[in-house]
């Protein structure tokens, strides 16, 4: 029986578990900081089997160190164009891992930073800082076009596949997208199921493809009316749908 579950770090953080609770055994996705990970697997009696790196940033790799001495002979997954140097098993697109029960599928996904990849199958994807709900990573190394053309990778998969991404930025997101879209219920929707969640503790995520797909104005900057709210030092004359990702994105950085 494998479970994904949030491991708190930081002030906005996800570092994901994922956890057989049969033979506790658990692989950690982006461990920023060590301590929560270790706190998490002494509360459940659990041994760290793996860890899973989508891209070189401070705040997804920190803890990776300590917790490789912690748990000597662990593989560290990552992606192969990565200036980090704690990776121990390089990956690159198309690469197949298995964990626990599972097989994972690597996406090359730049735009956020240049070497960025996701773990996914038809169940479940680690999208790093690619893809949040109703959000998306800036675009510090990579761009625009990159980013849009990482996105149209995830067609691939159903709306019942479920997005783990590694920020709770949900509640901000779904604001900015509501003034990109202020006709749209479904964000409107979300905003009061998100409240409500947030109100008692409990995580936004993870989301899924079928819900990004309507409330995303990353993901639907394609679709012709998606700029029509945007700023006029910000309007864009061409039809191509990453120079309306940029725009998008571009206000969103101003927000």
Not at 5 to 27: C, G, H, L
Not at 46 to 66: K, P, Q, R, S, Y
Not at 86 to 96: C, S, V
Not at 186 to 194: N, R
Request: charged share 15%; net charge negative; glycine share 6%.
């Amino acid at each position: 029986m494998v479970q994904v579950e949030p491991i708190n770090a930081f002030d906005d953080n996800y570092i994901w578990a994922v956890r057989d609770t049969t033979k506790n055994q658990v692989w950690v996705v982006d461990p920023g900081q060590a301590e929560p990970v270790l706190s998490y697997l002494k509360q459940h009696d659990a041994t760290l089997a793996g860890i899973l790196i989508t891209h070189h940033h401070w705040d997804h790799t920190n803890g990776v160190a300590e917790l490789v001495n912690a748990s000597s002979g662990i593989t560290v997954y990552g992606p192969a164009q990565s200036k980090f140097s704690g990776i121990t098993h390089p990956l690159d697109a198309g690469d197949t891992i298995d964990i626990l029960d599972f097989t994972l599928t690597i996406l090359r996904t730049p735009g956020h930073t240049l070497d960025h990849i996701c773990y996914t199958n038809n169940t479940l994807c680690f999208t790093g800082d690619t893809l949040f709900s109703a959000g998306c990573g800036r675009l510090f190394e990579g761009s625009a076009e990159q980013m849009w053309h990482s996105f149209q990778q995830f067609s691939q998969f159903s709306d019942s596949t479920l997005i783990y991404c590694t920020h709770e930025y949900t509640s901000a997101n779904l604001a900015f997208a509501a003034a990109v879209e202020p006709n749209n219920d479904d964000i409107k929707a979300h905003i009061a199921w998100v409240t409500t969640q947030r109100a008692k503790g409990l995580p936004s995520l993870p989301t899924n493809f079928g819900l990004e797909r309507q409330i995303n104005p990353f993901l639907r900057a394609n679709l012709a009316h998606m700029c029509h709210q945007l700023p006029p030092h910000l309007a864009s004359d061409t039809q191509r749908p990453w120079d309306n990702f940029s725009a998008i994105r571009a206000w969103k950085d101003e927000f």
